[in-house]
């Protein structure tokens, strides 16, 4: 069973909002990452960072931002959201193997 | 860069035994991987393959030919809660710490 989690699970903002969506593991993964993925769509990476203070942009363009201060914690955050930011955020993390374990997802609607 | 292609449904009906193909490209390989996700929910691990041949798991199997840049994963004794979406992904030498899904294959299982 994978320890990781986030918050909030479910979120309506409105356009130009700032937002910061969590995440947490305790499994103490070096590797984290962000994927955004639309109903019955692909997962497209967005952000991945191999440890503390290491972080980099994925395949796809994002205007999210992402913070790896401790080695537990990856949280991602929008400026300033827009209805194009309307989608399902999907944090995952992994070890030196061949798995990464993901969280339940953070489900985004911006109005 | 690399792309992976499957197929976008597959229908089989109980009891059968269903293969979901995979092909892929990458400017290298480290192994490929497979990830089951029921509507709303996260995406889990279901295999991986690093080497030729037959994985198996109880009812799963995960075939890999790296000649060929072909796998499959074959499901046998299909369940009705087998219906999910089927994801192949690859972590490649261009950064090995990546990981790159496919765009997923919606199985359905029929009465």
């Known amino acids: 069973e994978a320890d990781i989690y986030q918050t909030p699970r479910y979120l309506v903002i409105g356009t130009g909002k700032k937002i910061t969506l969590e995440c947490s593991q305790t499994m103490g993964h070096d590797k984290m990452y962000w994927y955004q993925q639309d109903p019955g769509m692909e997962l497209h990476l967005i952000h991945y960072?191999?440890?503390?203070?290491?972080?980099e942009k994925g395949d796809l363009s994002s205007e999210s931002t992402v913070s790896r201060i401790r080695t537990e914690h990856f949280p991602l955050t929008l400026e300033s959201a827009r209805p194009s930011h309307t989608s399902q955020y999907l944090c995952?993390?992994?070890?030196?193997?061949?798995?990464?374990?993901f969280g339940e997802g953070s489900w985004l609607t911006v109005v | 860069g690399q792309s992976l292609e499957q197929p976008s449904e597959v229908t089989a009906v109980e009891g059968a035994i269903v293969q979901i193909n995979c092909t892929y490209q990458?400017?290298?390989?480290?192994?490929l991987s497979w990830y089951q996700q029921h509507d709303g929910g996260a995406p889990t691990f279901l295999s991986y393959?690093?080497?030729?041949g037959l994985e198996e798991t109880g009812r799963f199997s995960s075939f890999l030919s790296r000649s060929d840049s072909y796998g499959y994963l074959l499901l046998q004794e299909l369940q009705m809660k087998d219906s999910a979406s089927y994801f192949c992904?690859?972590?490649?030498?261009?950064?090995?710490?990546?990981?790159?899904f496919g765009s997923g294959t919606q199985l359905t299982v029929l009465p």
């Open positions: 992904a690859v972590r490649d030498g261009g950064s090995a710490r990546q990981l790159t």
């Open positions: 960072s191999y440890g503390v203070n290491s972080t």
């Open positions: 995952a993390s992994g070890d030196s193997g061949n798995t990464i374990y």
């Open positions: 990458t400017s290298g390989f480290y192994g």
């Open positions: 393959n690093a080497l030729d």
